[in-house]
């Protein structure tokens, strides 16, 4: 079989066709090169309007375009552009189909590097292909400004809405999920973790699609809070049980640390030295030394003690469900609380008091709705990151990350070569 048969059978380039197939070698290495020909009679298309139009002339010299390597050996087709008469658009380049714009790359071989960007770095990618890493990212963009435009933003019922820090300095990067139960991926990404941030994805979704939102999943930041009450009253918001927990988590490790301090300031025995993780891990989770060390600190009458005993309670909360029952025990819990006289237990009961309504549509979505998804997705994040070794701008980030999370969707090719 030869090669143009081989080139012709994964492509899909009518009406143009193979001229003729040269080897080339120089000092750079071996290339492949294909000359490319119109056929016969046939009429360019305006790359304006996208129009047959009549030929105004032809370039003087061909230009080259990249496709996807043969055995690691590079492959390059070579073609004469043509200009069109367009009246709509006057002279313009003609559209060729293995190439947009003034990309020395193919289709192809873009969406081909696209794909092994999701596997490796963008640097690992170059240095495989022999390819510099502009054309990389420049590959990786144009997938994702595809994906974007194609993407169906319809049937979107729950989302989940987190913020992750991705510079030193507290600098944060605002995320929006899809966590339906058939479809979840990244849907928005938004600099900063402010409230105005917020209400630009609630412009981007628009007033239809958020109407359609049954379902909102977030930790308790206020600004975040403010904006959902604003623009979608009417679902139901849940705060989940994750930042719950990890906040009620902080706050019983604050006594302890402060409580460590006092009794090595006032000569006490260091009886909670060594003792973090086995207040914040779950008793299921603690090996059988853990399980002997915390049965002998739970006999001293200390607040980190008390404290511990407040939060595995709290879990019973979570086991109701019957909003009207989990909202009297919560009520029962933070009374209890509020005479401890643990300053920091007492603040985090102030706080579930304030979001009582919000923590019982916990119940109201029958538990069906967790920010499990979202943190899974956020995992994957940190780790793209950490591949990445970070990143420089802004859009290189939202970039790889629309990449890699969006779900993106992508065009059929007659081939897929990845």
Known sequence: MQLKTIFNRVTDYKPFVVEKVNWSESTVGMTLELTMRSRTNGQAICSGCGERRPGYDRSSSPRRFEFIPLWMIPVVLIYQMRRVDCPECGVRVERVPWSDGKSTLTTEYQWFLASWAKRMSWKEVAESFRVSWDHVYTSVKQAVSWGKRHRNLENIESIGIDEVQWRRGHKYQTLVYQIDAGCKRLLWIGPDRTAKTLLRFFRFLGQERTLRLQFICSDMWQG???????????????????????????????????????????????????????????????????????????????????????????????????????????????????????????????????????????????????????????????????????????????????????????????????
């Open 224 to 418: 975040y809070l403010k904006v959902i009450s604003k623009k979608a009253s009417h679902a139901i918001h849940v705060l989940d049980r994750f930042h719950v927990m990890q906040k009620m988590s902080k706050a019983m490790d604050q006594v302890r640390a402060a409580e460590v301090k006092q009794l090595k300031a006032d000569g006490y025995e260091e009886v909670l030295k060594g003792c973090r993780w086995l207040f914040l891990k779950r008793p299921a989770n603690l090996s059988d030394r853990q399980i002997v060390r915390l049965k002998e600190v739970l006999q001293y009458n200390l607040k980190s003690v008390r404290s511990h005993l407040m939060k595995e309670e709290f879990q019973r909360f979570w086991t109701y469900q019957s909003p009207t029952w989990a909202g009297k025990f919560l009520d029962a819990w933070c009374t209890r609380t509020m005479r401890s006289k643990i300053e920091p237990m007492k603040k985090m009961a102030r706080t579930l008091r304030n979001k009582r309504e919000l923590l019982l549509n916990w119940f109201r979505a029958e538990g069906s709705l967790s920010s499990g998804v979202v943190e899974g997705f956020n995992n994957k994040l940190k780790l793209i990151t950490r591949k990445s070794y970070g990143f420089r701008t802004q859009q290189a980030y939202e970039t790889t990350l629309y990449h890699n999370l969006g779900a993106l969707p992508e065009p059929k090719f007659t081939h897929r070569f990845c």
